[in-house]
């Protein structure tokens, strides 16, 4: 449907569609990042921050979208019936979140698997649930088990496997951490973690590219 649009225009097209959060909390954002101007002894009259303070606002109600969105809305239309029974692997999905404690972001990719019990997920729908959960303030340990658990409550698989690994401004730009650690977690529910051939074939297929 969308084949003929640019990244732009692609990225345009997520940012319109995305539930806004209202005229009278998106101008109580913009006066907090007035204020933080202020504080931090900027003036924000010159020219470069003069529309700051809205822009930054717009940024902050895209980025806590997830709060808006239901597992249901996500989903919607997108489970089907399947005799599959092997794993399912969604690998390298990009994940653009906020850390709860430093208002900061962490990066990075998520690895979402599942073996299906009678119905499977639209590929696509997996991203969108990674996203629900990511576009929230986060700590990384807790977005891992959330995104599991709503697959988990969504498809009743036999289990699920999910993996973040993740870099954290709060600790690279305050120079807490070695520069370029990578954290990584995991979820491991039902036959991932009960059962060790499936954990084990579940790690080898995030090792191979
Ligand atoms: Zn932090």
């Given at each position: 449907?969308?084949?003929?649009?640019?990244e732009?225009e692609?990225?345009?097209?997520?940012?319109?569609?995305i539930p806004r959060?209202?005229?009278a909390?998106?101008?109580?954002?913009?006066?907090?990042?007035?204020?933080?101007l202020?504080?931090?002894?900027?003036?924000?009259?010159r020219?470069?921050?003069?529309?700051?303070?809205?822009r930054?606002?717009?940024?902050?109600?895209?980025?806590?979208?997830?709060?808006?969105q239901?597992?249901?809305?996500?989903?919607?239309?997108?489970?089907?019936e399947s005799?599959?029974s092997?794993?399912?692997?969604v690998?390298?999905?990009?994940?653009?979140s906020?850390?709860?404690?430093?208002?900061l972001?962490?990066?990075?990719r998520?690895?979402?698997a599942y073996i299906?019990n009678g119905k499977v997920i639209?590929l696509?729908?997996?991203a969108?649930?990674v996203?629900?959960f990511?576009?929230r303030l986060q700590?990384?340990?807790?977005?891992?088990v959330q995104i599991?658990d709503?697959?988990?409550?969504?498809?009743?698989?036999?289990?699920?496997?999910v993996?973040v690994e993740a870099?954290?401004?709060?600790?690279?730009m305050r120079?807490?951490?070695?520069?370029?650690?990578?954290?990584k977690?995991?979820c491991?529910?039902?036959?991932?973690k009960?059962d060790?051939?499936?954990?084990s074939?579940?790690?080898?297929?995030?090792?191979g590219?």
């Amino acid at each position: 449907m969308h084949n003929h649009e640019t990244e732009l225009e692609a990225a345009e097209r997520r940012i319109r569609n995305i539930p806004r959060c209202g005229a009278a909390k998106l101008a109580r954002m913009e006066e907090s990042f007035l204020q933080l101007l202020q504080a931090i002894g900027e003036d924000p009259n010159r020219e470069g921050l003069l529309r700051t303070p809205t822009r930054a606002a717009r940024a902050f109600e895209f980025l806590t979208n997830g709060y808006r969105q239901s597992l249901d809305d996500v989903v919607n239309g997108a489970i089907f019936e399947s005799d599959a029974s092997e794993i399912i692997l969604v690998k390298d999905i990009e994940l653009y979140s906020m850390c709860e404690h430093h208002l900061l972001p962490f990066i990075g990719r998520a690895h979402v698997a599942y073996i299906p019990n009678g119905k499977v997920i639209g590929l696509s729908k997996v991203a969108r649930l990674v996203d629900v959960f990511a576009r929230r303030l986060q700590i990384q340990e807790n977005l891992t088990v959330q995104i599991a658990d709503a697959l988990m409550k969504t498809l009743h698989p036999a289990g699920v496997g999910v993996v973040v690994e993740a870099k954290h401004l709060c600790m690279m730009m305050r120079g807490v951490e070695k520069q370029n650690s990578v954290m990584k977690t995991s979820c491991l529910l039902g036959t991932f973690k009960e059962d060790a051939r499936t954990r084990s074939e579940f790690l080898s297929l995030l090792v191979g590219t």
